[in-house]
């Protein structure tokens, strides 16, 4: 039986090897984050907590700009009598989003929201309210004609106040991490970011207001902090300085089409240094974003070779060993002769005699010390031999070959590897335009290099006489 043992088990590590690989599936299920649930369109948080609801009917003139809350820039209306009647009513309703802060005038934006000492860090606003009622009005046809007579229809109206409680806080975005945790994100692709709350906030009373735009052709959309110039955009490659944009290039990767036979997973993943594998292009998309959404196509491309080498190694070992044993181990036995000593020659030459003597009524005995089976341990040795070897010789290829396997190597079919790619890329691209050292676009002058003209004019005045110099 042990000799078979060996066999069978490398049949079934050959089937393992050879058995088709599991299907894989980007899990959509990696964050157990509660989904965002925004604010609706045309909707701007209130900065200031108050049961004011004067704000309500109230036009703007023009769209929130230069970090000035709503209330700041809505005027009084002369039409809004023209309104319907006001009307309030019991909402049970809670909302949460994230939006990402343009990188350029967060200052003036965070202002009025108390954050203004946290606009160098922060990258995003939060807020989380429980809105409990609304107070409306209804814009009517009398409205529409009295303010188009007016000339007064302006960007558009106050026509609804959200009144409830929640908190508005600032974030600065992270990697994954112990310092960072995971937030509702709309605009985000995966629902999520990593980020750490910078300050909070807590709010109370009409926490937000609806601004019915008057022309919907020429509406600038409003951010949540009303200012259109408060949102992030996109970032694009222009946005970098020349040293920063280098170093995007040579991380940026692409997908490359390869020849094979299946035009799905015929391809490779490629950075500015070359083809890297697909295990090497999930590592780096787990580090810079956080997600575990690839996780599973994270594995061993050669495993055969390691299993089969773990394997033989040790039924080589044991093998040999038990050669060892059953080559050099003996048996004792008992060799009896009822009439005296034998005569030279009747002994085995295989067996080891220690010195005999007589035992009364029984004869002369003499203790044998045999070896159990010399051959048998010289088969197995020869066995073990073989199957350590090849068992080491399995650990050099896979020492080759490797954990992550060739560059062609996928699990991930190309339609995916495109998506995740362009998702890296992208939250690379940011994590650069965020990273990069400020840049200055003014002349920088040496005190050396500057040579002071003065020139001297007289100067009389009802009260002042005298020479003054101009520089």
């Not at 109370?204 to 902090?225: N, Q, W």
């Not at 491309?301 to 080589?316: C, D, K, S």
Request: proline share 7%; with cysteine; net charge negative.
């Amino acid at each position: 039986m042990m000799v078979r043992t060996p066999a069978r088990l490398v049949a079934l590590l050959v089937l393992a090897g050879c058995g088709a690989a599991t299907p894989f599936h980007p899990s959509a299920s990696s964050y157990q984050v509660v989904p965002a649930t925004p604010l609706g369109t045309g909707y701007v948080l209130l900065p200031r907590s108050n049961d004011d609801r004067s704000l309500l009917g109230r036009v703007l003139v023009d769209p929130p700009s230069d970090g000035r809350p709503l209330d700041e820039v809505a005027r009084p209306n002369p039409c809004a009598d023209k309104l319907g009647a006001p009307n309030e009513e019991p909402v049970v309703s809670g909302f949460e989003d994230t939006m990402a802060l343009a990188s350029d005038g967060r200052a003036r934006v965070l202002h009025p929201y108390g954050f203004d000492d946290d606009a160098s860090s922060a990258t995003h606003f939060y807020y989380k309210l429980d809105v409990d009622k609304r107070a409306s009005v209804a814009v009517t046809p009398e409205y529409t004609a009295c303010c188009t007579e007016k000339g007064t229809c302006g960007y558009g109206v106050v026509t609804a106040l959200g009144h409830g409680q929640g908190e508005f806080a600032v974030l600065s975005e992270q990697r994954s991490g112990s310092a960072s945790t995971q937030i509702p994100a709309s605009s985000e692709e995966r629902g999520v970011i990593n980020a750490k709350f910078v300050r909070k906030r807590y709010v109370y009373g009409y926490i937000a207001a609806l601004v019915t735009v008057a022309d919907a052709a020429k509406a600038r959309p409003l951010s949540l902090l009303g200012d259109p110039a408060a949102g992030a955009t996109e970032p694009t490659e222009q946005d970098l300085p020349e040293q920063a944009r280098a170093d995007y290039q040579r991380k940026k990767i692409q997908v490359e089409a390869r020849s094979g036979a299946q035009a799905e997973f015929a391809y490779a993943f490629k950075d500015g240094s070359g083809a890297i594998s697909e295990n090497e292009f999930v590592r780096r998309y787990e580090d810079l974003t956080g997600a575990r959404d690839l996780s599973a196509a994270k594995t061993n491309r050669n495993p055969f070779w390691l299993y089969y080498g773990i394997a033989a190694t040790g039924v080589g070992t044991f093998l040999v060993g038990s050669a060892l044993y059953v080559s050099n181990a003996t048996q004792q036995r008992t060799e009896i002769f009822p009439n005296g000593e034998p005569p030279a020659g009747t002994l085995s030459s295989s067996c080891n005699f220690s010195t005999g003597q007589n035992v009364p009524m029984e004869g002369y005995q003499i203790q044998c010390s045999a070896p159990l089976d010399p051959g048998l341990g010289k088969s197995m040795g020869i066995i073990g031999g073989a199957m350590l070897g090849s068992g080491l010789a399995s650990f050099v290829v896979y020492g080759v070959l490797g954990y992550d396997g060739s560059t062609t190597d996928h699990v991930i079919s190309r339609s995916d590897g495109d998506a995740y790619v362009a998702r890296y890329n992208r939250a690379l691209l940011r994590a650069a335009v965020r990273n990069a050292p400020a840049t200055t676009t003014a002349p920088q002058l040496s005190s050396q290099n500057v040579v002071s003209t003065v020139q001297w004019m007289p100067v009389l005045s009802p009260g002042f006489a005298g020479v003054v110099g101009r520089f």
